[in-house]
């Protein structure tokens, strides 16, 4: 069974599998730079992933994915960096303030009904 944010991680990234997503991921935790490129993330992906130019256009393309979301940031053209250490922390605080969003209560409207008198 697959994990629900790696499936939905992968619905913007159709040539790479949820398990290849997840070992993008593992790089990306793994890399101890203040700046990655594309390569410094290669050399943690196996072969099978890493020789093949579709595939590494499409790495390129889920990292545009999390500077979207926030994950990572990209100080220039060809750099990314972390905002936090692992996805998982990042996205803690964010499923926190999920959950306190859906605990508020509900405020209906009241129907404003407006009389003219002519």
């Known amino acids: 069974m697959s994990h629900p944010i790696i ?8 040539l790479l599998s949820e398990e290849e997503i997840i ?15 594309l390569k410094d993330i290669i050399n943690f ?14 790495i390129s393309s889920f990292l545009e994915t999390l500077v979207e979301i ?8 060809r750099k990314w960096s ?9 996205l803690s605080p ?6 306190e969003l859906e605990r508020k209560p509900i405020k209906k409207e009241e129907e404003k009904r407006v009389i003219k008198f002519s």
């Open 82 to 90: 972390k905002v936090t250490s692992s996805l998982s922390h990042f």
């Open 70 to 77: 926030g994950y990572l940031k990209k100080p220039s053209e």
């Open 23 to 37: 070992q993008i991921l593992a790089a990306i935790a793994n890399i101890n730079l203040n700046e990655f490129m």
């Open 94 to 99: 964010l499923l926190l303030e999920l959950s």
């Open 45 to 58: 992906l196996p072969e099978k992933i890493s020789n093949d130019k579709r595939k590494r256009r499409s």
């Open 7 to 14: 499936k939905m991680l992968s619905w913007k990234t159709r």
